[in-house]
């Protein structure tokens, strides 16, 4: 009998990443994009200031294994175990110190002789609001798994290997909601059969089952930024137009905080935030347009078929086909049936906005969408000689889907 027990943890911060100024500094903290020229200007984008973003888990993990020896039952090797691993994740995704965003689409950088910046704003510009309604309290997604297998050579000639796993998972989004709570069971099956002195065949069935994706399960969650864009229609600055507002020329005054400066005053003798003319497109509330609850985990369903022979008396050479066949894909559903819900939402104090949005609900779906393996996996080794073993494989595989399940910057969507 042997027992092993392991722990590990992990702590993972980022750490003043982003602008400094102090939250809700319009003239020192909010972020300028020149569109097409890969340029940023005032303050950096996100916020150093509002906290750190902390992403943590922990792992548990105790397992026995025993071995078991019987004159008529053959063989036993016995694995029995228990792994806990919570996924804890702290993020206030604020945008920038101010939460605002400008975007210059139709001026370069623009330097006065003294080297300095001096943002030239006329034609279409555009000022994005980003707030955070709900503050993040940690999402905490937790997955708790029992397991047993028991590998049983029969004989010399056949050893099966039978197993199961229990996996639960119980997930909290960063405003304390559940939102997955559900169980599965993962069977694990395998053959092995010496046909011959030469040739073995072997066999397997297994369930593979993934933890919940904290990013898809939070995402009606805190610390998500609602969406807000503004057009500025003001007067240029660090420009002189002609009474059409075209053919502007660089007449450098204001510098960056002082440019951001006469934006936002403009902006305020507009009825700032509660001004929904000057929209140009419709808000995005973060918390209220999607529900997510109920959520399972994805898994993965593999069948594998195959051979290994000698080669001579040195080597051996081992073949496997291999299919892979995936389920419960993350979608969201929205549609005729999921209806809208209204969200009166207070952008300022005071400031009280009125929208309707279509509803959807994030679910797992194995009708629409699909993904398999296939793979022709194939190895070989050889002893040349007493000093010099060679070694080798190939795979021929094949992957088929009908969705793109990743992004570069945000991983499972």
């Known amino acids: ?138 999402s905490h997604f937790k997955t708790q798994s029992a397991f047993i297998n028991d590998t049983w050579r029969l004989s010399n000639n056949f050893t099966l290997s039978l197993g199961l796993r229990y996996d639960k998972n119980d997930g909290k989004n960063s405003v304390g909601e559940v939102v997955a709570d559900d169980t599965r069971l993962s069977p694990r099956l395998a053959a092995q059969w010496a046909v011959s002195d030469g040739l073995q065949l072997h066999a397997g069935y297994g369930r593979y089952v993934a933890a919940i994706a904290n990013s898809i399960a939070d995402r009606s969650g805190g610390g998500v930024p609602s969406w807000f864009g503004y057009i500025y229609d003001g007067p240029p600055i660090n420009a002189q137009c002609d009474a059409s507002g075209q053919n502007c020329t660089f007449v450098p005054q204001y510098t960056t905080p002082e440019t951001l400066a006469l934006m936002f005053q403009w902006f305020e003798s507009q009825g700032g935030l509660a001004n929904t003319s000057l929209w140009y497109d419709s808000p995005a509330i973060s918390g209220v347009n999607e529900v997510v609850s109920n959520l399972k985990s994805p898994y993965t369903d593999e069948l594998t078929l195959g051979f290994t022979t000698r080669l001579g008396s040195k080597g051996t050479f081992r073949a496997d086909y291999v299919r892979r066949e995936y389920g419960d894909f993350y979608v969201v559903q929205r549609d005729t049936t999921t209806g809208t819900v209204e969200a009166d939402v207070e952008v300022a104090p005071g400031v009280t906005i009125n929208q309707e949005f279509d509803l959807g609900y994030v679910v797992n779906d194995n009708d629409t969408l699909w993904r398999r393996y296939d793979g022709l996996h194939t190895q070989f080794t050889y002893r040349a000689s007493s000093k010099l073993n060679i070694g080798g494989n190939y795979t021929l595989s094949k992957a088929q889907v009908n969705l793109d399940g990743e992004k570069t910057g945000s991983g499972p969507i």
Not at 25 to 34: A, F, K, L, S
Request: with cysteine; glycine share 10%.
């Open 1 to 138: 009998f042997f027992l092993e027990a392991q722990y590990s943890k992990k702590n993972y911060a980022f750490v003043d990443s982003g602008g400094d100024a102090a939250p809700g500094d319009v003239v020192n903290g909010t972020n300028i994009t020149y569109a097409y020229a890969n340029v940023d200007a005032g303050s950096p984008a996100f916020c150093g200031s509002c906290g750190d973003e902390k992403r943590d888990n922990e792992n548990i993990l105790v397992k026995g294994s025993y071995f078991l020896s019987s004159d008529k039952l053959g063989s036993h090797d016995i694995v029995v175990g228990v792994d806990s691993f919570d996924d804890m994740i702290y993020n206030n995704n604020y945008q920038s110190p101010s939460n605002w965003h400008v975007w210059l689409y139709e001026a370069d950088p623009t330097y006065g002789a003294d080297g300095v910046l001096y943002p030239q704003i006329n034609g279409y510009v555009e000022m994005d609001y980003w707030p955070i309604f709900s503050v993040s309290q940690g």
